[in-house]
């Protein structure tokens, strides 16, 4: 396929700001690309989106150039990601679109495909829509045989009925659960259905609005202040946060304390056991923890589709990113942030307050660097960071090359270099056991990469 195609999908879809990068008119052109796609007419597709105040036109103009394509559409209205994967499978649809910019702020807009199986689009499909929408490769229908539009918001009933029902949260015992929604998609389901679930909730920013007015949605510890103050000041149980579109979850331990990301997954993989999924930058603390019960951990890029492809493959029992993006393949293979939220209180219930989970588990000191290397360098970089980095270390255990260079060691210790994937840098990551062993990893990547560059 050619290479001068512009690029509109990055990690997560297509996004940006709205009527620069994404306007409605390259909204309808990946319609109707769309469209064509999946064999056009009588195909399913179902859109949802987020409470972005730009949300609305999208849906209309994608709805409509479906429909011009001969594809009838299943409008979900505003729902959370989870909700739009889920309702693809359970419907029988052809695709799903969300329309969303997750944890970007208001003025951002982007989408996000999904396929029949509820796993979203991978590269090689999105480069196939990039130049359909580049080619203007569509295939409009006459009057006499457009699509249809339906409405199917009442799903949203179905789609919280089986997240409370697999997630096997206990009704019986009641905790207090405070949840921040940031105003995103999340604002209605999430406390409906820990609500239904039994649970004694207390909201934050649950109001649907696209400005975000109580907080950034990005669920970071300097966006999350009032959620840790809440917690604590009226003795709940444990706090939720989401992002913009609710396929991220975070939790609040009882003390007010953010958990770390880490950590928390690492209860979560714990829970399942088996074989789990987490992208190279994610710490050894879960390595440590799966062997200690038996299990193992298979690592992916980084990006969500990357985990939900090995899950597949792997016959995986859970996966994750350390960004709160948790998958669970006995559900759907789209991120939930609301089954994962149901799941961190059945946790609670099961084994005890979140901090002592928490505590119970080993962190080790990280590095994070970065250094400077101009970005028409960084592949002649990388190529010999494959090829000679691995020469300064004798204690190596596994050398992974799927998305930079990580290097693990016998001890479980492990140094990550990776390009930045929008900015001059390429980033050192490396966690150890001891202050000192980091600090001898640190600088033997540090001293490497200078030379190199
Ligand atoms: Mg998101």
Excluded at 57 to 71: D, K, R, T, V, Y
Excluded at 297 to 313: C, F, K, M, Y
Aim: proline share 4%; aromatic share 6%; net charge negative.
């Amino acid at each position: 396929m050619s290479t001068d195609i512009p690029k509109l999908f990055g990690t997560s879809g297509i996004r940006g700001e709205y009527q620069k990068e994404v306007t409605p008119e390259l909204a309808l052109d990946v319609a109707r690309a769309l469209a064509k796609y999946i064999g056009g007419e009588g195909k399913k597709v179902v859109i949802g989106r987020d409470t972005r105040t730009t949300g609305k036109i999208f849906e209309n103009i994608m709805s409509a150039g479906l429909q011009e394509c001969g594809c009838d559409v299943l409008l979900l209205g505003m729902v959370p990601t989870p909700t739009v994967g889920y309702a693809t499978l359970k419907k029988g649809a052809d695709a799903g679109i969300m329309i969303t910019a997750s944890h970007n702020p208001s003025k951002y807009n982007g989408i996000k495909l999904w396929n029949a199986d509820g796993l979203a689009y991978k590269q090689e499909q999105e480069r196939i829509i990039e130049k359909m929408v580049f080619e203007e490769d569509f295939d409009k229908k006459s009057w006499d045989k457009l699509g249809k539009e339906y409405d199917i918001s009442s799903f949203k009933d179905e789609y919280i009925d089986a997240i409370i029902e697999v997630s096997k949260i206990d009704s019986e015992k009641p905790l207090k659960v405070v949840v921040d929604c940031a105003s995103g998609a999340g604002s209605k389901l999430s406390p409906e259905a820990l609500r239904r679930a039994g649970m004694n909730v207390i909201t934050l920013n649950a109001q649907p609005d696209g400005f975000f007015p109580g907080r950034n949605p990005e669920p970071n510890s300097a966006n999350l202040q009032e959620l840790m103050k809440t917690v604590k000041v009226i003795g709940a149980d444990i706090g939720l946060a989401h992002d913009g579109d609710a396929d991220r979850m975070i939790a609040v331990d009882e003390k007010g304390r953010l958990s770390d990301f880490d950590k928390l997954l690492t209860i979560m993989a714990k829970e399942f056991g088996g074989t789990v999924v987490t992208t190279v930058d994610a710490s050894a603390c879960l390595d440590t923890q799966m062997k200690k019960i038996g299990g193992q951990v298979l690592r992916t890029p980084v990006g969500d589709v990357h985990v939900a492809e090995s899950i597949n493959e792997n016959n995986a029992t859970f996966g994750g990113e350390p960004s709160g993006t948790w998958l669970h393949p006995d559900f759907c293979m789209c991120p939930d942030g609301l089954l994962s939220g149901l799941r961190i209180v059945k946790c609670v219930q099961d084994n005890g307050p979140l901090s002592e989970q928490l505590d119970a588990i080993e962190s080790y000191p990280t590095i994070r660097e970065k250094i400077t290397c101009p970005n028409n360098k960084k592949e002649e970089v990388m190529k010999i960071v494959e090829e000679k980095f691995t020469d300064e270390f004798d204690d190596i255990n596994e050398i992974l090359s799927i998305d930079g260079v990580r290097v693990s060691f016998n001890d479980d210790s492990w140094v990550l270099i990776r390009p930045s994937g929008t900015e001059p840098y390429v980033r050192i990551t490396a966690e150890a056991k001891t202050e000192e062993n980091l600090n001898r990893i640190g600088e033997i990547s540090r001293n490497f990469l200078e030379n190199i560059i």
